[in-house]
């Protein structure tokens, strides 16, 4: 419980990375706000099962405390009044994660700009780049009050990879680069007030989404495997949230300030493991197995 006494603030929290970051700060220990637009008897555009109170139930079931919150990290006002609750509550934030996204309905694969939805695209960008600024603007203030603060912008992608990699969108490719160089921006400005900033990227995700896509449950996902080999070094949400629990546990974080980091990278300093006790790291597979042509293999890999 190495968290107890400190607030963290997932936004985005519904399912996916955000559900899986929620849960593991409150496995050790912390107060948890879980945000999104998805409530029971409220949900939002993706009309999808998960919500953000079943979410924070899932905190407090670990051993820490949630509070669901709706926001839409679009309206600023919203933030605003989340962030002034989070204050008159708990009277500080150690910890924002920044993984608001919404955007797995909008992109079109391999389509130029000129092909894609424009709509869409842009919806998108609204999604995956506004929303962390408006949240940042309004939370980071509370943040910085204490030394010690930690900002993790969850993107998809290593600053390294998506450097020399298309995202086969242009919309989508932005909408995560973008993310990357947030982090590196705002660790600029967060040091001189003690406080750390990060990008993190999970590997390949067994999302609720991802495990429905390919009609299986977590339970049996290695069957999804036969259709799609390279699934073989895919990780459970649980994995990147135990990096953001080890980021937010270690007393020497801010020698990470500015960098962009991975869930399987982490695993190797801090030696957590994923559920099933392996360490998949997918950012180093991906390059030297799946785009080398080489057979699916993930020995050496997890």
């Not at 955007?103 to 998108?124: A, I, S, Y």
């Not at 299986?216 to 390279?230: G, I, K, L, S």
Request: charged share 25%; with cysteine.
């Amino acid at each position: 419980m190495a968290l107890e006494g400190k607030v963290a603030l997932v936004a985005g929290g519904t399912r996916g990375a955000g559900r899986g970051i929620a849960v593991e700060l409150g496995a050790a220990g912390a107060t948890v706000y879980v945000t999104g637009r998805s409530t029971r008897g409220r949900p939002s555009e993706y009309a999808r099962p998960e919500t953000i109170e079943e979410t924070a139930e899932l905190v407090s079931a670990a051993g820490g405390k949630g509070i669901a919150v709706r926001v839409d990290h679009l309206v600023a006002d919203e933030v605003r009044e989340l962030v002034a609750r989070i204050r008159a509550e708990e009277g500080r934030l150690d910890i924002l994660v920044n993984d608001i996204w919404g955007g797995e309905t909008l992109f079109e694969w391999n389509k130029p700009v000129w092909g894609h939805d424009l709509q869409n695209g842009l919806r998108l960008l609204r999604l995956g780049i506004d929303t962390h600024l408006i949240t940042a603007h309004h939370a980071l203030p509370l943040m910085i009050e204490r030394p010690g603060g930690l900002l993790v912008e969850v993107t998809d992608g290593t600053a390294e990879y998506n450097a020399d990699h298309y995202r086969l969108s242009p919309f989508y490719d932005l909408a995560k680069v973008a993310v990357n160089r947030m982090a590196w921006a705002h660790a600029k400005d967060l040091a001189p007030h003690g406080a750390t900033s990060v990008s993190l990227t999970p590997g390949w995700l067994r999302s609720e989404m991802m495990l429905e896509a390919f009609g299986v449950a977590e339970e049996n996902w290695r069957d999804a495997t036969a259709e799609v080999p390279h699934f073989v070094i895919s990780e459970t949400p649980r994995f990147v949230g135990r990096a953001v629990a080890a980021l937010a546990c270690d007393p020497d974080r801010a020698r990470w300030n500015g960098q962009s980091l991975s869930s399987g990278g982490l695993a190797k300093v801090y030696g957590f493991t994923d559920l099933d006790g392996s360490r998949p790291d997918a950012w180093r597979y991906v390059p030297e197995v799946q785009e080398a042509g080489r057979p699916a293999d993930a020995t050496g890999y997890r």
